[in-house]
T-cell receptor
Framework: DAGVIQSPRHEVTEMGQEVTLRCKPI?????LFWYRQTMMRGLELLIY????????DSGMPEDRFSAKMPNASFSTLKIQPSEPRDSAVYFC?????????????FGPGTRLTVT | GNSVTQMEGPVTLSEEAFLTINCTYT??????LFWYVQYPGEGLQLLLK?????DKGSNKGFEATYRKETTSFHLEKGSVQVSDSAVYFC??????????????FGTGTLLAVQP
């Protein structure tokens, strides 16, 4: 399996522009997670989905952030309008439902820079 | 609420030194415990895990024992290598309730191993 795939790997944009980050989870996984990582705040869970349905979006910082999962193999995280404080590395992860073998598999991340 | 506390970094060691990274947790029940590792420029990957009290997780020479009496899951390695330089995250997952597939991460500990 190719693992969790994220695109783009790097994104540089100007303040006020719309940014869309993409994620393809591991085939067969039914949970998908979006995280944000910064030096100041560490690793933060933004939102997660189960069977394409958003379960907990309490970590989404504000209305400028939105996430969708139109099908089991694709999810997007959109920021509009973007601001310099959104600069971070955004990770997508996927997993199978619980059990002793539970593990979240992370993608390589998208490094977002908003100037 | 449920939380994870890790020792502050960075931890700087010479090659072949003994490593301990402390992790303690607060949880209302009996969680599963994990150590994830993040190498430079990559996403997080599972290093080891333990699902119940007194379990020992081990992988790549690293070990951690689930201690319920001290609510701890300290990471140890007898002889570190330069290639172990990375950020290490302790995490927990509650084994009951509605959010059983959400991981709660510590802040991460940077390990730097010098030759």
């Amino acid at each position: 399996d190719a693992g969790v795939i994220q695109s783009p790997r790097h994104e540089v944009t100007e303040m006020g522009q719309e940014v869309t980050l993409r994620c393809k989870p591991i085939s067969g996984h039914d949970y998908l997670f979006w995280y944000r990582q910064t030096m100041m705040r560490g690793l933060e869970l933004l939102i997660y989905f189960n069977n394409n349905v958003p379960i907990d979006d309490s970590g989404m910082p504000e209305d400028r952030f939105s996430a969708k999962m139109p099908n089991a193999s694709f999810s997007t995280l959109k920021i509009q309008p973007s601001e310099p404080r959104d600069s971070a590395v955004y990770f997508c992860a996927s997993s199978l439902a619980g059990g002793a073998s539970y593990e979240q598999y992370f993608g390589p991340g998208t490094r977002l820079t908003v100037t | 609420g449920n939380s994870v506390t890790q020792m502050e970094g960075p931890v700087t060691l010479s090659e072949e030194a003994f490593l301990t990274i402390n992790c303690t947790y607060t949880a209302t029940g009996y969680p599963s415990l994990f150590w994830y590792v993040q190498y430079p420029g990559e996403g997080l990957q599972l290093l080891l895990k333990a699902t119940k009290a007194d379990d020992k997780g081990s992988n790549k020479g690293f070990e951690a024992t689930y201690r319920k009496e001290t609510t701890s899951f300290h990471l140890e390695k007898g002889s570190v290598q330069v290639s172990d330089s990375a950020v290490y995250f302790c995490a927990l997952r509650m084994n009951y309730g509605g959010a059983t597939n959400k991981l709660i991460f510590g802040t991460g500990t940077l390990l730097a191993v010098q030759p």
